[in-house]
């Protein structure tokens, strides 16, 4: 009985690592990224490619534990001391930064003729969601502890609080 929920854990979790495995490289020796990697693994074991995958809730606990792990990441690069000294920036600026893409990316989306309430929640998700790409990016090029890698770093601090 404890074997099948084992197996039930480890199989989802052995296919979501083995494609992250393949697709990460191949898309950083092209020059495209860690992050395209991670969604071109997704897509290939999910219902449009090779379908192992159909239903987000098979893999939703093991998702959630990524959640986990990339805030205790950011946990790691911050010190308390200089968040404290920069809470003035990390709110001003990334309230900012949401508030202004979270409009733009609605008004897109009423554009292309979704409905208002829909666009809201589209575009605030992109923005919500864009700290994972953001934080990524900026440790793959290694621009975390420069000026502007900071600034992107205090803007992505305020969209997780």
């Not at 197996?7 to 490289?25: E, F, R």
């Not at 998702?63 to 990441?73: H, Q």
Request: with cysteine.
């Amino acid at each position: 009985m404890a074997d099948a929920g084992i197996a039930q854990t480890i199989g989802p979790a052995v296919v979501l690592l083995g494609s992250a495995v393949i697709a990460v490289p191949l898309f950083r020796k092209l020059g495209l990224g860690s992050v395209l990697g991670y969604f071109a693994g997704g897509l290939l074991v999910g219902p449009s490619i090779l379908g192992i995958f159909t239903h987000p809730d098979t893999i939703l606990h093991i998702s959630e534990l990524g959640v986990v792990m990339f805030l205790f990441l950011i946990g790691l690069e911050m010190r308390p001391h200089k968040l404290w000294a920069l809470r003035a920036q990390i709110f001003g600026l990334g309230l900012a930064q949401v508030v202004v893409c979270t409009a733009l990316l609605t008004g897109a989306g009423m554009v292309l003729g979704l409905p208002p309430v829909i666009a809201f929640i589209a575009g605030a998700g992109f923005v919500l969601s864009s700290t994972a790409v953001i934080m990524s990016v900026l440790q793959e090029r290694g621009e975390l502890a420069s000026r502007q890698g900071q600034q992107g770093c205090r803007s992505c601090c305020w969209r997780i609080s």
